[in-house]
């Protein structure tokens, strides 16, 4: 990365660039077949998740949107989700080969726009919270590292699982574990889990539910949780981006083997 990108979103953009660099050099090992191989990300082949890397990058360079009617797709179930389709099916036609080299392209624009972006601009970020252009780049690298993965999976070349993107993907997701404790699996006040996720990298989180029924963090040691969850790095990832359902998956359950279940079946805070 430049130094002259700003410090304050150096770590996220150069999780960000390895990111998209291991996608390419993942994407240079590609047949014709490989292309067209269909991904956990519903209804994207592996064509289509490079396609949609290109949409969200060339869309933060300012390029006008592909002007295409997109069909109805069952797994499209928002506006949100329809408007990251306008990228991919403009591209259905396009060799796997040609869109890998406009994503070579379009990484190189987008390094040669950051140095000129202040890191404090304020802006939506795509959880739909207000955030700084820094924040972005953790979100962008989250994101892309999730594709990659999704695309190794489908064509069967593990890699890059323990890149520095995994940290942007926890530091995101994983401040999400106490609505999934607390709002989505309903645990009960006094009620704790404790979720150990092996790498590397390697991440723990205890949440701990309030008299007020809000999940916060607490002290992961030592304690004694009403529940324990631990499952390696890949599996974390699956079920926080909504991958895949509990039963395609092994998780290490203890205690209350209810309150586990309840926390496995929503852990999603993505797709």
Request: glycine residues 8%; proline residues 8%.
């Amino acid at each position: 990365m430049d130094e002259t990108v700003p410090a304050d979103m150096r770590a996220s953009t150069d999780a960000w660039e390895q990111t998209l660099r291991s996608s390419l050099d993942l994407a240079a090992t590609f047949d014709a077949a490989d292309w067209d191989r269909p991904t956990e990300c519903p209804g994207w082949t592996v064509k289509d998740q490079y396609s949609h890397l290109i949409g969200v990058e060339r869309a933060l360079l300012g390029d006008p949107e592909p002007q295409v009617s997109v069909p109805e797709f069952d797994h499209v179930r928002s506006d949100f989700g329809r408007s990251l389709e306008v990228a991919v099916h403009a591209r259905r036609s396009v060799p796997g080969p040609e869109v890998a080299a406009e994503l070579a392209g379009t990484l190189d624009r987008r390094l040669a726009q950051l140095p000129g972006i202040d890191p404090a601009q304020g802006l939506i970020l795509p959880n739909g919270k207000e955030g700084t252009y820094a924040r972005l780049m953790t979100f962008r690298a989250m994101d892309c590292w999730t594709h990659e993965q999704d695309v190794r999976r489908a064509v069967g070349r593990p890699g890059n699982l323990d890149a520095p993107a995994a940290h942007c993907f926890w530091s995101i997701l994983g401040i999400g574990l106490p609505l999934v404790v607390a709002r989505f699996a309903k645990a009960g006040p006094g009620a704790s889990v404790l979720f150990t996720i092996t790498g590397p990298p390697s991440f723990r989180s205890a949440i701990v539910v309030g008299a007020d029924g809000r999940g916060v963090p607490a002290d992961p040691e030592p304690a004694d949780f009403t529940a324990e969850l631990d499952m390696d790095l890949e599996t974390y990832l699956r079920l926080a981006a909504g991958r895949c359902t509990p039963e395609a998956v092994t998780v290490r359950t203890k205690g209350d083997e209810d309150l586990a279940a309840r926390v496995l079946a929503t852990m999603a805070l993505t797709t």
